[in-house]
């Protein structure tokens, strides 16, 4: 009896763990629902409170940027239909980098939609595989995600077209093999404005920068992608996550009446200095006790 009552004891330790592990890997504002609102030309906002998702209208269809969870997908649906756009007219899908919080809605939404998955050369083993073939997440069931398969393999500074809109697909590898940080121009009352969707820069707890036996070349990646996000022109700083950006602060002001608030070219330099200087310390760290 005594036995049973510790095996139980037991089970229910790891389930309470396991369900404490599931609260920390998904914090609570990546669900939390958010408005969808329009910020700038014909390019909205239509994902959860911290989880950014993109919509592109054009005469021929729609593009979306970021699929999101598994369970993002109606979340998505509703913020498109509430802006007054259809769901089925997304024609392209399109990821900001292969983890779960950004494309494990893509299986779903591809079903729903038809659309035309198109994802980075070195993101794609990691997308169909749903992450299992992901250079620091393989055995990490946690972020498996439902695999999707791609109809077009991207290579860096490939242009996605669709109704006159060109998007350009830049390599800002590290944070994942093919992590894709998206710049589009609009136009608003007259003015060209140089989007720039930030695909993720972070360097994750228990990233390895040195001696990377699945990733031997990550830290001269992330290298190059500061440069290359320290080239980009920017006036509307966006990114994979709303936090990157200060989303929520932006869009108080957004809804007050100011329509630029989304425009950020100084927030954008910052950001970019701040996060290079982050992996800047945690190589120079890494590169210390590796020796
Ligand atoms: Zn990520």
Known sequence: MKRITRTIGALALIVIACSLRLAAANPPEWTRSFPAFH????LYYVGSEDLAAYLIVTPQGDILINSNLE???PQIKHSVETLGFHFNDIKILLISHAHVDHCAGSAAIKKMTGS???????DVSAVES???NDFHYATDASMHFP????DRVL???DTVRLGGVVLTAHKTAGHTMGTTTWTMDESEAGKTLHVVIVGSPNVNPGYKLVNNKTYPKIASDYQHGFEVLKALPCDIFLGAHG???GMKA?????KAGDRNAFIDPAGYRDYVADREKVFRDELNRQRASSR
């Open 147 to 150: 695999p999707a398969h791609v």
């Open 155 to 157: 290579q860096d500074g």
């Open 243 to 245: 936090s990157y950006f």
């Open 39 to 42: 910020i700038a030309g014909n």
């Open 71 to 73: 369970s993002s997908p």
């Open 116 to 122: 035309q998955y198109c994802v980075m050369d070195a």
């Open 250 to 254: 932006k869009y108080v002001r957004w």
């Open 130 to 132: 749903g992450g299992k």
